[in-house]
Each structure stands twice: as C-alpha cells, then as structure tokens.
C-alpha cells in the first residue's frame, strides 16, 4: 500500500467525492492517440453515470476508493454479474467497469493498490472471474492489467447500421459547430480542462473501462 493512502467502500450517500475523478478520467479518454469514439460532455456523462453506479450499488456491485488526506485520489468500480451464457465462468463473475488515478497520484501504486482491494473483496465473495474492457489506445491500462495476469480476448466493434456515416460523429460536429457540450467555452468558475478535449501529453493519470 503506498504511504499515506487508505481504501475503503464508496458509501453511496457520499457518491459525488468521485465526481472529478470521473472527469479526469474522460479527459484521459478524449486525449487517447488512437481512439475513435468521441465521449461526451463530462457533466452529462457524469448524470448518466452517477445514476448507474447508484442503481448498481443498490445491489451486489461496490465500489473503492483511494484517499490520501482525507482526499479521493482514486477509486474502481465493479458489477458483479451471474455465469455467462457462452464463457465459461463460475456461478458469478465480476467487470471492474472502471478505474481512475488522479494526476497527482500516479506512478506511485494508486492503481494497483485499489486493485489489491477489488481482488480481496471478490476473493471473500467467491468470485473467481473478473472481465476488464479497456479503451483502444490505453496503453497505460493494458500494462497494469497485462502485469496482472490478464490478457486480451474479444473485441467490440462501433459503426451504424446500413454503413452509414457513425451517428456519434455527427453528433460530436453538432457540438462542435453549436460550441456546445465539451466544446463550450468556460465559465467565470468552470475548470477549463472540462470544457475542450485534453493535449494527449498531458491527460491525467486514468484508466478506463467498459
């Protein structure tokens, strides 16, 4: 465990600590080199996955989190879900859904210490099988789970039907034309880094998955 660092479950009443680490963590994800499908506004994206994660805490799912000072330095948050109908697991099987490093706490075992606690708790629960998306181009990500003992199978294609151009482009011109969503200038009190896609050299620390 590094110094000075403490992981807990995530009390859903206390949610909204991880806020800007869920925006880091589309900051690190719109500055990938090879990424190819634009995320949405962070604020926007945070409504939707605030209501996920609580509805999913609701039940067998559970989140950690990092603190350092009292302060989230970063968290993981992992659905557990019965025995796939085609792979071949136990009777439960878990997707870390996502993890996030805030940029100050990087390279100093943040990341791998929450994973420690994601592998203690689902070791008390049973759980033997554990599946990890990660975003093309996250290099960062696929290292630390590599060093795991993870390794890469399936792969998820986007498009829209009839071949026809991707919506989401579309969508992401709308708003960059609209100077809207994440292309909106900020306000007097908005952290700029929430408003335009992060330079790639200097996206926070974050890892994601899906």
Known sequence: MPTGITIEKLDPADIDEIAPLWKALLDHVAGLPDAIVPVRPSDESWDLERKEILEALAGDAFALVARRGGEAVGYLFVRIEGPDPVWYTGDTHAELAHLSVAEGARGNGVGSALMDAMDAELERRGV?????????????????????????????????????????????????????????PPGPDEDPRWAAPPDPDTSPAATETR
């Not at 003992?149 to 992401?172: N, Q, T, V």
């Open 128 to 184: 033997e099988d554990v599946e990890i998306g990660v975003d093309t181009g996250n290099d960062m990500a696929v290292r630390l789970y590599e060093g795991r003992g993870y390794r890469p199978d399936f792969r998820i294609f986007y498009g829209s039907p009839g071949k026809k151009p991707w919506a989401c482009l579309r969508r992401e011109e709308a708003d960059r034309k609209a100077g809207r969503g994440r292309f909106a």
